[in-house]
């Protein structure tokens, strides 16, 4: 879930953490505590309402997606087709949300599949907090109702939903219920956040197809569902006959973004912005992610400010490069620091760990962790994980100019064609506007990116037997060997097939690999990928 700053510990908060792990500290503190009992006016978020103008200015950059949200959402009591609100991670999906239902004080339940990390756990938590349940130690813990399959779900869900919906409607004629804290309306919302990680939990996807199908199940117009996703509605299923979902995308941060968004409650705007002068575009090349951004420019800031005695000083020119020349030895460290860290695959390297190597520096600990990583996976399977990922990333109007009969391995061929390629990279500019996540491809464009970039392998591995397995079975070998290896990467979900295009009649593939892993696989291949990705 995402942090929502948390300027207001509410009751919300209280009830929220009804579904995540409970420490052993809070269970002394139960013990001793009387449990703070849930009410109906638990389904706000609480605390102080949040005026629209505040809505907007604490989410700069986020205008557009938050009016747009407000418009679906529409005025009070009325009905809405469930709602897809996509964007990278960290793209502020998860705070504008709850802030949008802090501003409209209206009543929801929120589940993120990262904390509930089960199907179970997932509808065991969304039930808890429609009957007002929280798990403590005089119920051991547990939840108020045992859900494992979803026809369970629909059916407790159902009744549930139905129940808090009169509440809500007696409420109403209690008195006005915008006051502070009230609900207001008797609409409630569902919000499923991180619902990419359910195709982690069920391979088969019919959870998905479940979740995508609530709304046609439930057929309740009082009930408004919104998922929240980081990819796009194209990396799921389609074609499975439930109601089309409305798309709400939060696009990456531009630079100007990042830097609205760092300003906000600077006490020295100018001390501040003299200092994101320095950092802030050498670390947006490396994320655009803020809280990655956040946590890094909190400790380096402090750096920065160390020859200051006041911290309230406007900083002149001569200050600024004084500032500037104390602090530059940091700035490397830490971009390093930020490439690594944050990455799941560094956090694999980093269980890998060898303790032999402590004296090392981070990069080349981390970077020799890449090399020590056994993929269990056969070359062939290795390279095409790559053509896949390639072929999701890459704009189609591409490949010929980064793929020729080499492999794009000859840089005399590519200079010829950098013409071509640059009249086709305006087309591609256009198209890639259009690109909200990694896109679809057919069997033909794999196969050929297949081909191309293995018929160069030679070429990257020079002395090594690394690709013996590939030269073993000659071109032929290889290939009949290459349906094989996708059915597999299917099936392990690295690929997924998507529904067949209308014009083509085809079916299509999308990879579903981060570019972490992809360039992991092609280090341990020593492919150098970065060569063949399409950068803006
Ligand atoms: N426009 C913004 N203004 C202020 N803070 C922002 C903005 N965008 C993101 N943040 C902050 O970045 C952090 C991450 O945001 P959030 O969890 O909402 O992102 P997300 O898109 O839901 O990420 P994920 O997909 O990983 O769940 C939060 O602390 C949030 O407040």
């Not at 604490?58 to 005025?75: D, K």
């Not at 179970?120 to 108020?144: M, P, R, T």
């Not at 001390?271 to 655009?288: A, E, I, N």
Request: charged share 25%; aromatic share 10%.
């Amino acid at each position: 879930m995402g942090n929502e700053e948390s300027p207001q510990i509410t009751r919300r908060a209280t009830r929220l953490s009804s579904s995540t792990p409970v420490t052993s500290n809070e269970v002394e503190t139960e013990k001793i505590t009387k449990p703070y009992k849930l009410t109906v006016n638990d389904f706000v978020f609480g605390g102080e309402k949040l005026s629209f103008d505040d809505l907007l200015s604490s989410f700069p950059a986020r205008g557009n997606q938050i009016r747009e949200l407000l418009r679906l959402l529409g005025p009070v009591n009325s009905p809405m087709l469930p709602l897809f609100v996509y964007g990278d991670p960290s793209t502020g999906k998860t705070s504008t949300i709850l802030q949008i239902f802090r501003h409209l004080n209206r009543p929801f339940v929120y589940a993120s599949c990262l904390t509930c990390y089960s199907l179970q756990i997932l509808f065991e938590s969304v039930l808890d907090q429609l009957l007002l349940h929280k798990k403590n130690a005089a119920n051991g813990y547990s939840s108020a109702k045992r859900c494992v399959k979803p026809s369970d779900f629909v059916n407790f869900l159902r009744g549930d939903l139905t129940s808090v919906i009169e509440k809500l409607k007696s409420l109403k004629k209690v008195g006005p219920s915008k006051l502070a804290g009230k609900p207001n309306g008797n609409m409630l919302y569902l919000i499923f956040d991180n619902l990419e990680l359910i195709r982690e939990w069920d391979k088969s996807s019919t959870a998905l197809s479940f979740m995508f199908n609530l709304y046609d199940v439930l057929k309740m117009h009082e009930v408004g569902l919104i998922f929240i996703s980081n990819t796009s509605p194209d990396t799921y299923y389609s074609n499975m006959g439930y109601t089309e979902h409305v798309p709400v995308y939060f696009p990456e941060y531009t630079e100007d973004d990042l830097r609205q968004i760092l300003m906000r409650n600077q006490p020295n705007r100018k001390l501040y912005s003299s200092f994101l002068d320095v950092v802030l575009r050498p670390f947006c090349r490396t994320t655009r992610r803020v809280d990655e951004l956040s946590t890094v420019f909190s400790s380096l800031f402090r750096k920065y400010c160390e020859p200051l005695s006041d911290l309230a000083s406007v900083p002149n020119e001569e200050m600024k490069r004084r500032l500037f020349s104390h602090f530059r030895p940091h700035i490397a460290p830490s971009l390093n620091e930020i490439f690594w860290v944050p990455s799941k695959s560094s956090t694999e390297a980093e269980t890998n760990k060898d303790t032999t190597q402590k004296g090392s520096t981070r990069k080349s600990e981390v970077g020799d962790h890449f090399a020590q990583i056994d993929f269990h996976m056969s070359t062939s399977a290795k390279y095409l994980l790559i053509s896949a990922f390639l072929a999701s990333r890459n704009p189609a109007t591409l490949d010929a100019s980064l793929f020729d009969s080499t492999g794009g391995s000859d840089s005399r061929k590519r200079k010829r064609k950098a013409s071509e390629k640059s009249i086709e990279q305006k087309e591609v500019a256009e198209q890639e506007l259009l690109m909200k996540g990694p896109g679809t491809f057919p069997l033909e464009r794999l196969l050929a990116i297949f081909q191309c970039i293995t018929s160069a392998a030679d070429s990257f591995d020079e002395d090594e037997h690394e690709n013996d397995d590939l030269r073993a079975g000659g071109d032929g070998g290889l290939m009949s060997d290459v349906l094989l290896q996708l059915s597999s990467l299917c099936n392990a979900n690295f690929i997924i097939k998507g529904g067949s295009c209308p014009l083509e009649g085809s079916t299509r593939y999308r990879s579903t690999v981060s570019e972490d892993l992809a360039l992991k696989v092609a280090r341990s291949l020593k492919f150098p990928l970065p060569n063949y990705l399409y950068r803006r």
